[in-house]
């Protein structure tokens, strides 16, 4: 059974740095790409970061290029994403996503991530 | 990057209405597309692959049809379990995107 637990979420201030993890089991990490989305407080989904198999491709969404790094450590079978600079409007549930025929279809429960002074 | 327009924004509707859900692709995207149902606080669930392939476990009220650029989910016979926010995700080109939402309500 395919599991995704997202952790370290939490409140922080702006300009600060968070650095959310993975944890995955149940499949082949080698193989596969992985994802970061996000949905900010009543609003709608918002794909984040891809990284491959391997980590040598990565992808960033424009809101967030340059400031956020996506990572993965096959060995562990984790999943990173190292957030720098955070603003108010990066204030969101973080979901973990693997994709399955073609597109996600493997979420995390989902990790808070609460951007206040 | 590839934008996915999706409409109506909200519905109300009735047990038992059918129910029928657009998104438009601003290019091309053959059928890379998925339908996720979300319920509050919950993580979204894929109803529908590839446009038009049902998603196991996914009761058969649901399907969807389409590809280029116009897609359509459909909802058969509107049970109470299906009052939730539907989105559409384009995968063909990265980064991947969203359509806003559709959220169905209760009428």
């Known amino acids: 059974e395919v599991q995704l637990v997202e952790s370290g979420g939490g409140l922080v201030q702006p300009g600060g740095s968070l650095r959310l993890s993975c944890a995955a089991s149940?499949?082949?990490?080698?193989?596969?790409?992985m994802h970061w989305v996000r949905q900010a407080p009543g609003k709608g989904l918002e794909c984040v970061s891809t990284?491959?198999?391997?980590?040598?491709?990565?992808i960033y969404g424009k809101s967030v290029k340059g400031r956020f790094t996506i990572s993965r450590d096959n060995s562990k079978n984790t999943l990173y994403l190292q957030m720098d600079s955070l603003r108010l409007e990066d204030m969101a549930v973080y979901y973990c996503?693997?994709?399955?025929?073609?597109?996600?279809?493997?979420w995390g429960q989902g990790a808070l991530v609460i951007v206040s002074s | 990057d590839i934008q996915m327009t999706q409409s109506p924004s909200s519905l109300s509707a009735s047990v038992g209405d059918r129910v029928t859900i657009t998104c438009r692709a601003s290019?091309?995207?053959?059928?890379?597309l998925g339908w996720y149902q979300q319920k509050p606080g919950k993580a979204p669930k894929r109803l529908i692959y590839?446009?038009?392939s049902l998603q196991s476990g996914v009761p058969s009220r649901f399907s969807g049809s389409g590809s280029g650029t116009e897609f359509t989910l459909t909802i058969g016979s509107l049970q109470p379990e299906d009052f939730a926010t539907y989105y559409c995700?384009?995968?063909?080109?990265?980064?991947?995107?969203f359509g806003q939402g559709t959220k169905v309500e209760i009428k």
């Open positions: 996503v693997l994709t399955d025929n073609g597109s996600f279809n493997f």
């Open positions: 149940g499949f082949n990490m080698y193989n596969s790409w």
């Open positions: 990284i491959s198999g391997d980590g040598g491709s990565t």
């Open positions: 290019q091309g995207i053959r059928n890379d």
């Open positions: 590839a446009a038009s």
């Open positions: 995700l384009q995968h063909n080109i990265y980064p991947w995107t």
